[in-house]
């Protein structure tokens, strides 16, 4: 593919990317125990994980003006122990001992609308997520991980707000390193997008196993390990007919990403 051709791939990917949500790493010494970012990106200035560590219930909120108390950092808009073991965290929780020593939920909860969620947070494709800062990002560079937001986010705008791409918080992944698939799909970071946490990629896929029942994985190169989630319907990206509800895949030329019609 020519070096054009790549250019409009990455911008494909970005933009149906930003029509999907991200975050993680704010560790002892990395955001204290306050709702700081603890990073130089554009994300939010919470994470993305759970807050009933140190064998506690209760999940407490945060925000950049809404403190965690001493000890617990904050993570996607909830409080977080720091640890050492799973034995520092809440039953339902595992030491994430390879990034951030945060007690993050062993299962990646999901959610119908903010009602699900705490207050700091919203409810963006099935995963709780804080309300994105006002930071200007580049969601065609979030395969690269050089979007312009921390390595708790990713550039990010939901199509059902028909909002300006942001920088979105997503959860950590489970502890077996999967995310569920939400509302537009989604695979867990595990060292699959770098200058990013593990938390869960949401509209990105490397099966279709990632996205929802019916949709499509899309790979616009044989070599590509991630793809987009793709609905199928008009206006979706395609690479094959057999990819669009109406089995129309519009190539505008060799080696460039389609568009159903």
Known sequence: ????????????????????????????????????????????????GSAAGGGSGISLGCSASMACP????????????????????????????ETDHLCHNKTVQTCSGTSACLSTQECVSGFCSTPPPATQCDPNQVSSGNDGCDAKSICFAPQEQGATAKCHTFPACAEDKTCPVGTSGAVCNDGLIPNK?????????????????????????????????????????????????????????????????
């Open 1 to 48: 593919m020519t070096t054009t051709g790549r250019a409009v791939v990455a911008a494909v990917v970005g933009l149906w990317i930003s029509g999907c949500n991200v975050n993680v790493n704010v560790g002892p010494g990395d955001g204290g125990s306050g709702g700081g970012s603890g990073s130089a990106g554009g994300g939010s200035a919470s994470g993305g």
């Open 70 to 97: 001493s000890g617990q950092f904050c993570f996607n808009g909830v409080c977080a122990y720091g640890c050492q073991t799973n034995g520092n965290c809440a039953a339902d929780q595992y030491c994430d001992t």
């Open 197 to 261: 946490a593990r938390i869960c990629l949401v509209g990105v896929c490397k099966t279709e196993a990632h996205c929802p029942a019916s949709w499509a994985c899309v790979k616009f190169t044989a070599t590509d390990v991630l793809g987009l989630c793709s609905n199928k319907m008009t206006g979706a990206p395609c690479t094959k007919p057999s990819e669009c509800l109406s089995n129309n895949c519009s190539i505008p030329a060799p080696g460039f990403p389609g568009f159903c019609g």
